[in-house]
């Protein structure tokens, strides 16, 4: 077996010197695969995505991006290696148009990028007919659009997405979730922390469930789905 395409493996650390939130947490991606961190609330799952883009200490472990060690990388130095990063929450800019924040994205390309924002206007055709609009006036669905759009304006190699779904319908939920495969299929390695368990698991090549910053099981997305322990515990049965 090759070497993972992201390779973090057992993270222990937290934010400054407060607790350690992860203990021991390893996840790995492969080239276009779409991978899934699921658990309860307080599980640590969106601790562990920072982790891998650099966004806390971690005291043990190690995280390499295509065989390549970025443990000591600062996160805008992981952006330009191919890592992108979709936060939760304010990941746009709301008083600029959609496409000034797609523009943001490009930020760190020295090249014509304009063939890159035409493959986000043909992912996301709304952000297309909402081009001069301000990101502030779209819905909520329609900023995390923009949000994922910005992120590909990087041409990156790995994408992670925290929650990209909260607070969306569920008919804006499976929009989204069909956009992300669609990523995936053009060789873009996906991780992703999802509340809507169940409906990520069906989308994801692989599963992790962490349960207090500890991997609890490991598995592809419909073997998770199929796991007695893991229906009851965190799948509602």
């Known amino acids: 077996m090759s070497e993972p395409y992201l390779n973090a493996a057992g993270m222990t650390g937290g934010y400054g010197t407060g607790a350690d939130i992860l203990h021991d947490c390893t996840l790995t991606v492969n080239k276009g695969e779409i991978v899934v961190i699921v658990g309860p609330n307080g599980a640590g799952k969106s601790t562990a995505m920072k982790a891998v883009f650099g966004m806390l200490n971690i005291h043990t472990g190690s995280v390499t991006l295509d065989g390549q060690d970025i443990t000591s990388m600062s996160p805008q130095a992981r952006v330009s290696i191919g890592m992108g990063f979709v936060p939760q929450t304010q990941n746009v800019f709301t008083s600029m148009t959609v496409e000034e924040n797609l523009e943001m994205g490009a930020f760190i390309r020295h ?48 994408l992670m997405l925290d929650e990209p779904t909260a607070g969306v319908s569920p ?63 965190f799948l509602g049965g």
Request: no cysteine.
């Open 171 to 233: 008919i804006v939920m499976d929009e989204l979730f069909d956009r992300i495969i669609e990523v995936a299929r053009t060789g873009i390695s996906i991780l992703m922390v999802e509340q809507n368990a169940r409906q990520a698991l069906e989308i994801a090549d692989k599963g992790y469930v962490l349960v207090q910053g500890r991997n609890r099981f490991t598995d592809t997305g419909q073997a998770l789905l199929a796991d007695p322990e893991v229906r009851k515990s």
């Open 111 to 158: 090249d014509d990028f304009r063939e890159t924002m035409e493959q986000v206007y043909e992912l996301f055709p709304i952000l297309r007919d909402k081009r001069n609009q301000s990101a502030g006036e779209l819905s909520g669905g329609q900023r995390q659009q923009v949000a994922v759009g910005r992120a590909l304006m990087t041409k990156p190699k790995l």
